[in-house]
Every structure is written in structure tokens, then in C-alpha cells.
């Protein structure tokens, strides 16, 4: 999943602006994040522990390495501050859980540990042993808190039902930590993008084949209900939450004007030069043949999203209402949601995704031209561009073109980009960092 971020940008129009004062989300509490380490690495202690006495001989040693895979890819996530410690977001997921707690008394006794990653996709996943991964998409995208519960309980539901040790047991079994090793060394041989290799490895840890995802899914929709249906939440949300994911794909994503690039490039110091927009040839490309597309990978963790809405609206009356949930203006999950979208921009700086955090900066500054948080992450980004095209490395945080995936907007944007000389990029960058 994850192979590319262009739906990062859904639904940017709706953004009202930045401002200088706003309080960037904490990510770099280095003393909860040690104690998150040593938590989570005491409890890996104790489930190979179990493990070890659960099964014998090759098929443990299968199982472990798996188990063992899996956790040194989350750690090494919490070690690159891939995730978010901001009180605002984990007290909230802690009230959540509460919740949870207090509606279902099957689940009192759990300690279930849930992270924020800063991953923009609409996505959560559960990762075994009581432990959850929200990615801050939820916040940005979802409609309201009812469908950011539902996602929860889903993940809860796979827990509940054991997905995830089932799948590494059937893997073993198999023999894929074979496998497992040989992708471990592919991405180590990876000098950029490790970020989405190694959220995907944690994913696939809990599919093996598409029959048993797909059984799974609907397993984890039916428990993942019955704990939602027993809070107050209001009940269509959870299935709305899938209708959002199944209509991923028919958002629309952002366009530049041409105009822009003279609009913001033309400095005192450096002109804007014509040259700059040269595009290159496509000649024997038709693109009367394209059709404008986004991302879709996170809807392919959950292919059978219109199968699914379906057997629940089958199996549960009262989710065969068609009407929206109103969301409740001022709520926590609405303040948070704000975060989520003011936090695109640097978010991406931080995933090193630098081009597309310049092209969503730039949509956004055609909104609210003075805006100086913007200018100001803007020359950050274009030093950044500096120092990787200095070191050859500017491959790694922009994209090549690939006319048969990209509208000719972001064409025009990626040569823009790899048309300036190092020196441009430079100039740029220490225009805006004023």
C-alpha cells in the first residue's frame, strides 16, 4: 500500500489557512517514546516467551522470526519519530478506549495500546498482541467521530479474533519468513521510501491470501460492530466509514495554474525564468485515453469494500438506514481533524516527501498568498530540494514522470522541479526561509 501520496491532497479545498501561531504537533517527546520501547519490548519478551512454549522445533523458529520481523519494523518506526506523541491526539485515544471499556465489558480487562503514525493515508491496522496503529488520514478524512470509532473497533475486532497470530502462524507454516528475510534485505538495499515498505510489511503481516483477508475483514466488520453498536455512537456512522473508503477513488485531486510559478518564483534576487516550465515530450503518449486517478492502495487492503457494506447491512437492520450522521461542530474529534489537515505540509516535510509537500504548499498559497507559516515551509522544502539534488539524491523526494499516472498538472509541476539548477533551488529556498 502506500506507493504513492497523491490522494494526500483530498479534500485541501476546504482548508480555511494557516497561521504563524499555530502549535505544531509534538512528535519528538524522546522520553514517551523510550518508555513506549522498553513497554513494548518487555511484551514482545513475554509473547516469545508464550510462543516459544506454543510450538516446536523449525515452526517455532518460523513463528519467532516472523513475530521478531514484524516488531523490529514497528520499533524502528518509533525510532525515526514516525509516529505522533501529541497529548491532544493520545489523550483522545485514551477517552476513546474508555469508552470502549465502559460499553463492552468484555473488554475492561484489555490493555490495548494505540499509536498515532503520521502517515496521511486512510488506514489503520492492528499489528498482534493488543497493539493498533491509527494513521493520521483518519483524522484528515473521516467525517466524524463515529466513523473514527468504527475504524478502531474493526482493528479491536481483529485482535479479538486472533487475525493477526493466526496469519503468522499459516505463514510459518509455509515457510515465508524465507521470504520475510529476502524483503528485509530488499529494503535495507532501499536508500529511500523504507517509510512505506515498512508500514506495508506490518500490514501484510495479517493477510496471506486474498480468500481468508477477505473472510477475515467481514469477521472483524461483524464483531467490530457488535462492540460499536453497544456506545452511543450513532450507528450509520460505521458503515458511512466504509461508503467513504469504497468512494476513495472519486475524489478529486489538486491542480495548479501555469500561473502559479510566476506568481511565487519571480524574486527579487532570481527572475522566473520560461524555461523552467519546459515540459518534456510525450509525443506517442494519447491522452485522450487518460483518466485522472488517485491512489487506491489503501482501498486495496479492504478490496471488498462494496461486499462488505452489504453483509452488514444484511446482518444488521439498522444499518440499512441511507441517511448521514451530523457531526457535532466542536467536538475533540473535529478539533483534531483540524490538526490532521494543518498538519499535511509538514508532515510531508518530515516523511522527506518534499515535492509534493512544495505542490501542496503552493495550491494553498494561491488560497492565501501572504500567508508567511506557508512561505516559511516553503523554503524549507526547497533547501531540502537543494541539499538532495547537491548529493544526486533528488529522485528520492520527487517524483519521475509517468504520463499514463499523472494528470498533466502534476506533470508540469514535476518539470518545474527537476528544471531547476542547483543554485535555483538554493536561491529559492533562502528567499522564503527569510
Sequence with gaps: MLKNLIFIFLFCISFVGYTQQYPSLDTLNFELRETLIKDYEAANKLQYKRLKKSHKGKLRKEVLNIYKRSNEEFLKNIRKKRFIFDTRFTTYIDSVLQVLKEANPSLRNTNFKV??????????????????????????????????????????????????????????????????????????????????????????????????????????????????????????????????????????????????????????????????????????YDYSKYKEKINKDSIKSHPEARQRIEKLAKDFAELQDDRKAIPKEGSTFRRLQKIARQEDIATLYYLEKYGLSVQLILHKLTKNPDDAYLKKWLGQNFLALYEAKKKYQLNRHVDRIVPKDQTKGYQQFLNFIWNLRLNELKAIGEYYSK
Excluded at 460505521?238 to 467513504?244: C, E, R, V, W, Y
Aim: aromatic share 12%; glycine share 4%; no cysteine.
Design 115 to 284: 499509536y498515532v503514525s503520521k502517515h496521511t493515508s486512510i488506514n489503520a491496522m492492528s499489528i498482534g498482541n493488543d497493539h493498533f496503529i491509527m494513521h493520521l488520514g483518519l483524522f484528515k478524512y473521516l467525517e466524524n467521530e463515529g466513523q473514527f470509532v468504527s475504524v478502531l473497533t474493526h482493528e479491536i475486532a481483529h485482535g479479538e479474533l486472533n487475525h493477526v497470530e493466526q496469519s503468522i502462524l499459516h505463514q510459518a507454516v509455509l515457510g515465508s519468513s524465507k521470504v520475510r528475510r529476502l524483503q528485509a534485505r530488499e529494503i535495507k538495499k532501499q536508500k529511500y521510501n523504507q517509510y512505506d515498505k515498512s508500514f506495508t510489511i506490518l500490514k501484510n503481516i495479517m493477510y496471506d491470501d486474498s480468500k481468508k483477508r477477505r473472510r477475515r475483514e467481514m469477521l472483524a466488520d461483524s464483531i467490530g460492530f457488535e462492540l460499536y453498536r453497544n456506545t452511543n455512537f450513532d450507528k450509520i456512522s460505521f458503515i458511512n466509514s466504509l461508503k467513504l473508503m469504497e468512494n476513495y477513488d472519486s475524489l478529486p485531486t489538486i491542480s495548479l495554474d501555469s500561473t502559479v510559478y510566476k506568481q511565487f518564483f519571480d524574486l527579487p534576487e532570481q527572475a522566473f525564468k520560461k524555461e523552467w516550465l519546459n515540459m518534456e515530450e510525450f509525443s506517442n
